[in-house]
């Protein structure tokens, strides 16, 4: 593609941290994207940028809740009348960069000159608030509530897989198993990922926790890194008690020079690829890989004609350990080379769907600052559910071409093994797929879950025994590997529980 006027390129980023002591006076999600877009056209060089801008793109945010759509509010704070004004349909991980791919497709089009992508969290301000409501001080304030209602639960509640923290571990230990690593031999992996992730934030500007940390304490469970979910500890777990915005600019290369931005500042936007999983966690062929995260990294590197080799710096989404584990071996990422920009989800900072906006700007900044010419930005979003990659670079990209049809749904399908039929009512010998152990505020297993295959091959749940001491150690202490391992589901009490 030689025509500068479809050439998307990244010509302002900003991210801003909002620590106030008092809550009350914590900027609020729309506050923050404000902020942060006009961070982004100082950045630019050019503070009058945003009245200019033809597309305006929010990530879904869900600490006010009760803002509703912020669209109109936010284009008027920002003094911008956009054509294209939207709000993602929901907050999902891969967020951000889907709307930098939408905005380099409408560029490539030839439908928009100038277009912004942000988003922010506010969850410390919002905790501060309802804390303060509970205690009569604002009874007013109604941001933070619980307003679903009651359901029954699900199967997969029933048994404890309620929250990404419950489900990760899943993956971690099947993970774990299909690599033919020990247990201290993943946990090592862990803490090495993570170590070097805090490295990253402790020198970010931009990161919410700038402390490197060892990775002996971060796989050490104690007072300040209880475990949560075997074998996560808090420490390993994404930080989304933060406030948080970022977002960034993105122009048709004509309009960048127009504006008289040098060209040094210009990071050209690579081609992206997305895929999904089924919502439902129980519907997935396998829990040691994904077919859809395979499929998008690796026609992300195919459509740019490049290797993992290629890139000098990546950012592999961190929610949980898991995920950069798979994304790194699908990718060729070596374990010694910082896998984040940004400083990963525990300690960049975890604002939900936005986490990518940051990591976005903080590419950017990487690259601008010559350290490095090419980088790779992979998504992650949902329960391992969501994936879209894309690559930027201080060059053109010269295989880049928009728009483009990023979705590699039906090639993700294809390539996906056959979904297990569920057997929710099975008792009897059966095999150990995967499992995690729950842990309680003080640290003590609560709870425990074992997705099971019966010898029919169908999938079945049930409960871990966390007073059979016997039981944990096998689950927990190393000794052996539990998943793959037989034993047999048996009635206690009312539940279905595993027996060695």
Not at 9 to 24: A, M, Y
Not at 405 to 413: G, I, K, S
Request: glycine fraction near 10%; include cysteine.
């Amino acid at each position: 593609m030689n025509d500068p006027t479809r050439i998307p390129v990244i010509i302002g980023v900003g991210q801003l941290n909002d620590r106030p002591e008092n809550p009350e006076l914590g900027l609020d999600p729309p506050g923050l994207m404000a902020a942060a877009l006009r961070l982004a056209a100082a950045d630019a060089g050019d503070g009058n940028l945003l009245a200019d801008l033809d597309s305006l793109a929010i990530v879904d945010q869900i600490s006010f809740r009760h803002l509703g759509n912020l669209c109109e509010p936010l284009a008027k704070a920002i003094g911008a009348n956009p054509a294209v004004n939207y709000q993602s349909e929901a907050p999902h991980g891969d967020t951000p960069i889907r709307l930098l791919n939408e905005a380099a497709n409408r560029i490539g089009a030839g439908e928009i000159k100038l277009a912004a992508v942000v988003g922010a969290e506010a969850l410390r301000t919002a905790a501060g608030l309802a804390a303060l409501a509970a205690k009569g001080e604002d009874k007013s304030y109604n941001a933070v509530r619980n307003v679903s209602t009651r359901r029954d639960p699900t199967y997969a509640q029933a048994h404890g897989l309620t929250a990404p923290v419950d489900v990760y571990p899943i993956y971690e230990n099947a993970g774990r198993a299909a690599y033919g690593q020990t247990l201290a031999e993943a946990q090592a992996e862990s803490g090495a990922i993570w170590s070097g992730m805090s490295r990253v934030a402790a020198a970010n500007e931009g990161a919410w926790i700038r402390k490197a940390v060892t990775a002996e304490e971060i796989l050490t469970p104690g007072p300040s890194n209880r475990p949560l979910a075997f074998p996560y500890t808090k420490l390993t777990v994404a930080n989304s008690s933060v406030n948080q915005g970022a977002g960034f600019l993105v122009a048709s290369l004509a309009e960048a020079r127009r504006r008289g931005i040098p060209e040094e500042r210009l990071i050209y936007v690579g081609m992206g690829a997305a895929a999904k999983e089924d919502p439902s966690i129980l519907r997935r062929d396998r829990y040691d890989r994904s077919s859809s995260m395979d499929t998008a990294i690796r026609r992300t590197l195919e459509l740019n004609r490049m290797t993992g080799a290629d890139f000098d710096h990546v950012e592999l989404y961190s929610c949980f350990p898991c995920v950069p584990k798979m994304a790194r071996r699908v990718l060729g990422w070596p374990v010694d080379k910082p896998a984040t920009v940004f400083g990963g989800l525990t300690f960049g900072g975890g604002p939900i769907a936005n986490y990518m906006s940051h990591a976005v700007v903080s590419m950017v900044e990487r690259l601008r600052g010559g350290d490095g010419k090419t980088g790779f930005l992979f998504a992650n979003g949902g329960y391992a559910t969501d994936n879209h990659c894309i690559v930027v670079s201080r060059e053109p990209v010269a295989a880049a071409q928009f728009p483009q049809d990023f979705d590699y749904q039906a090639e993700a399908d294809a390539a996906r093994g056959a979904i297990p039929e569920l057997d929710k009512d099975y008792v009897g010998p059966a095999a150990v797929e995967s499992y995690t152990v729950f842990h309680g505020r003080d640290g003590l297993p609560s709870a425990g879950v074992v997705i099971a295959r019966t010898p029919e091959g169908k999938r079945t749940l049930c409960h871990i025994d966390v007073t059979d001491a016997g039981t944990l150690a096998f689950f927990m202490d190393g000794a052996v590997e539990p998943v793959g391992t037989s034993g047999a589901i048996a009635i206690a009490g009312e539940r279905r529980v595993w027996k060695r």
